[in-house]
């Protein structure tokens, strides 16, 4: 949040949209709630008003402790939608917040219809038609928002970039800072700039903690460097796009190796491992959060299937169920 409070005041931006879900669920204590509004009043000291909806996360049925906010925050009625109009600029924003966490109404029929000679933003909290890992709320259709007849539509919920449409432009921006292992990638926010009707969109990166997943293949590896070595080679790519980020990194290791005997004989090994390597990398920080291993042994069948003992045997039971077709199918 501090890097997206930067980045409009370095832009000089005319407004910031947020699409709900800042606070991830009821606070524990304040320091929640006044770390975002402490953001809110340097907006305030800079003249940059800010438009809220509220989404599942912070539903106003949700979010028991309240602070008042700056006089620059506007949020949306979970009553009905509303528009807030900001004349000297020719901008009408509609929204409308959740006053449930499980909101299944379609929200969109409620909102008001465009302000004529003005640019008309959409602000909605929405799963649209359904996205994977992501439960389905305020469920609408692309179509939906196209015959509204707005020119822009700022969504929330969806916690991966995605343009939805270019005409009008329909945009998940994602959050602005990956919270855990499957939110990889890049995060950060939309600068939108609107002159003579042309409407321009960037990605801003504002994420402070680049989250990753990386899988190491150690085929055939019989000394623990060759780990380090494919952890080193498989990081070096993601370290060179953003060196000066803390990288999260959760890595999985696999093969066929010697190695697991070792592993099975001292268990953590190749976590270690791993993680010393990530030591050894200068000149940034890197965090292995989590190590996992999918490792198995070689094995000689041939040699197996000439052993005098119950293994021996099931080996050469399979053999033979294998080859006899009516077997296999019975």
Same mark, same amino acid.
């Given at each position: 949040?501090? &890097? ?18 800042i606070y991830d ?46 006089? &620059?925050? &506007? ?38 219809? #465009? =302000? ?9 909290? =929405? ?40 005409? #009008?432009?329909?945009?998940? #921006? ?50 623990l460097e060759a ?24 890595? =999985? ?12 004989? &001292? #268990? ?24 996992? =291993? ?37």
């Open positions: 949040m501090g &890097n997206l409070g930067d980045k409009a005041i370095d832009e000089r931006v005319d407004f910031v949209l947020l699409a709900g879900d669920g009821d606070w524990q204590d304040f320091h929640t709630g006044l770390f975002f509004r402490a953001e809110m009043v340097r907006l305030d000291r800079a003249a940059i008003p800010v438009f809220i909806v509220k989404g599942n996360h912070d539903a106003m049925s949700v979010i028991s402790r309240q602070l008042p906010l700056p006089a &620059n925050v &506007n949020v949306f009625s979970s009553r009905s939608a509303e528009t807030h109009a900001i004349e000297e600029l020719s901008v009408a924003i509609h929204g409308r917040s959740f006053r449930n966490r499980a909101e299944d109404e379609d929200l969109v029929p409620t909102y008001p219809p #465009p =302000t004529p000679g003005f640019f008309n933003i959409g602000l909605l909290h =929405t799963s649209l038609n359904g996205r994977p890992g992501h439960d389905t709320y305020a469920p609408t259709q692309l179509s939906a928002l196209e015959a509204k007849g707005y020119d822009y539509w700022a969504l929330g919920h969806v916690h991966a970039r995605e343009i939805v449409s270019e005409v #009008p432009r329909v945009v998940f #921006p994602g959050n602005p800072q990956g919270r855990h292992a499957n939110e990889t990638g890049q995060k950060g926010c939309e600068l939108v700039s609107v002159l003579g009707g042309v409407l321009e969109s960037e990605f801003v990166v504002l994420d402070v903690v680049r989250w990753s997943r990386v899988s190491l293949s150690i085929d055939g590896a019989d000394r780990v380090a070595a494919a952890f080193r080679g498989a990081v070096a790519p993601i370290i060179a796009e953003a060196p000066d980020r803390l990288h999260a990194i959760r890595t =999985t290791v696999s093969g066929i190796t010697d190695l697991q005997v070792l592993e099975a004989q &001292n #268990p953590g090994t190749i976590a270690a491992t791993v993680q010393g390597a990530a030591q050894d990398i200068g000149e940034v920080d890197i965090w292995i959060e989590q190590v996992r =291993t999918a490792l198995s042994t070689p094995v000689d069948r041939a040699a197996q299937a000439e052993r005098e003992d119950a293994l021996g045997e099931l080996v050469r039971l399979v053999d033979a169920i294998a080859a006899d077709e009516a077997e296999l199918a019975s």
